[in-house]
């Protein structure tokens, strides 16, 4: 990548016979749910002590706690999009695409400091910190998207422009502690794939090329920077990369779309979704890609947002961002979200000869082991029917005679959860003949 220099000024300014019904944790997974005082999303970033939205339709980045209290709206940042961090988070960073322009915010006092012009229509994107300079993806010309980046702790700031550009969109941009001088790019509209860079010159250096993956909708690297991970929107599952030579490592099948990825310290893995049906987010340790963890967040018709998924930097609760087409958007806050699912498979049959007893057999699995002694309860149309012991397998059953007047009874089985599990409930419905 070549590139060229300019001074960047300051300004201070989420069966036939029997059926068998399969079900997992719950709906109400996310701790709490909170409306936040803005209408669009581009990125969600969390650190130790705040929450940042940034919200280009109001050219705004709430901050709030990590209970989801609004601390306060920094308003007047054009266009507000991608965001990113000092390590040690005294400053955040925001691309202001409609101003052409990166802000720079005091996180205590959640004021904008400074700002750095980027170069007429640039109109920054996405950001990440890697070898001391401030990285930014950017409009280079009419037809192709850059990266530049901004030497942010200068005196002076200069920034440097690409005078190759080789994307097609603005790249999604990431980094990691484990590898602070290495930028992994990745495709946003097209097919120019990823892309890795040596940036402890200052320029960046590009060592590894795929073409295995674009149109990225997000993009994570592991704490270790020995991995990244991209969410296509265009497939169904999470591709996973080897850094630094991007030799595919493996997937995570988490269905349609993919769009948010984030990775805690300890290396597990957020993966979300747009419309994978029951669940949202998938969380898988590290080194696996079978989920321990599915969290749904989808009430009515609120999808999980691009770049929506983020941990805390202690890996404690993860947070997904989501919007119901209309009106403001919505935090979801998941504390529990090291505990593994509770799955319930019921069998019973689809159909029962009238005043005889119904059996329904069913078991209960995780990923991670019970409890020696645990139980399943039971009701039929609301009314608890039974408390049913489960066995060392994980199975049990029961049965119920029906009242005369019931043509479908309903019955809903439900795990009330322990110290390592969420709940979980399953329903099965049968249908009774004379």
């Known amino acids: 990548m070549r590139i060229r220099r300019f001074a960047g000024g300051t300004a201070l300014a989420t069966i036939a016979a029997s059926v068998t019904l399969l079900a997992g944790p719950g709906t109400a997974q996310a701790q709490d749910s909170i409306v936040l005082p803005v209408t669009s999303h581009w990125q969600t970033l969390v650190d130790s002590r705040h929450v940042y939205v940034s919200a280009p339709g109001q050219d705004a980045v709430v901050a709030t706690d990590h209970n989801g209290q609004v601390i306060r709206t920094v308003e007047g940042l054009d266009g507000a999009r991608g965001m990113t961090q000092t390590a040690d988070e005294s400053r955040l960073y925001v691309a202001l695409p409609e101003a052409d322009a990166i802000a720079e915010i005091d ?31 950017y409009q280079a010309t009419v037809f192709d998207g850059g990266i530049g980046s901004v030497a942010v702790a200068e005196t002076t700031p200069t920034v440097d422009l690409d005078d190759n550009p080789v994307w097609y969109g603005k790249p999604r941009l990431a980094s990691s502690p484990g590898a602070p001088d290495r930028l992994v790019a990745a495709e946003s509209a097209g097919g120019a794939g990823m892309r890795v860079y040596d940036v402890a010159s200052g320029s960046a250096e590009e060592i590894a090329h795929t073409d295995g993956v674009g149109d990225v909708e997000d993009l994570a690297v592991a704490p270790d920077g020995r991995s990244a991970i991209t969410a296509n929107g265009g497939t169904y599952y999470h591709q996973r990369w080897a850094l630094p030579d991007l030799a595919e490592e493996g997937t995570y099948d988490t269905g349609a779309y993919p769009n948010a990825v984030s990775i805690a310290p300890d290396g597990t893995v957020a993966a979300g979704v747009r419309a994978s049906g029951d669940w949202d987010i998938f969380v898988y340790r590290p080194g696996e890609t079978t989920p321990f963890r599915t969290v749904s967040l ?14 805390t930097p202690d890996g404690s609760r993860l947070f997904g961002t989501r919007f119901p087409y209309s009106g403001e958007v919505v935090l979801d806050i998941i ?47 609301n009314e608890p029917i039974a ?26 089985v439900t795990y009330a959860g322990d110290a390592t599990h969420v709940p979980g409930t399953a329903t099965v419905t049968v249908e009774i003949v004379s």
């Open 107 to 137: 996180t205590t006092t959640l004021t904008e400091t400074r700002r750095f012009p980027t170069g007429t229509d640039t109109e920054p994107e996405n950001l990440a910190f890697a070898g001391g300079r401030l990285w930014f993806s």
């Open 298 to 311: 989808n009430h009515g018709h609120m999808e999980l947002l691009e770049r929506g998924v983020a941990w």
């Open 335 to 381: 504390t529990d979200v090291h505990k593994a699912n509770s799955n319930i498979a019921l069998t019973a049959p689809r159909t029962h000869p009238h005043g005889q007893p119904v059996t329904v057999s069913g078991k209960l699995t995780s990923p991670v082991p019970f409890p020696r002694h645990k139980v399943v309860t039971v009701t039929r149309h």
């Open 387 to 412: 408390t049913v012991k489960v066995k060392p397998d994980g199975s049990f059953a029961f049965t119920d005679l029906p009242a005369d007047y019931m043509r479908y009874p309903e019955y809903v």
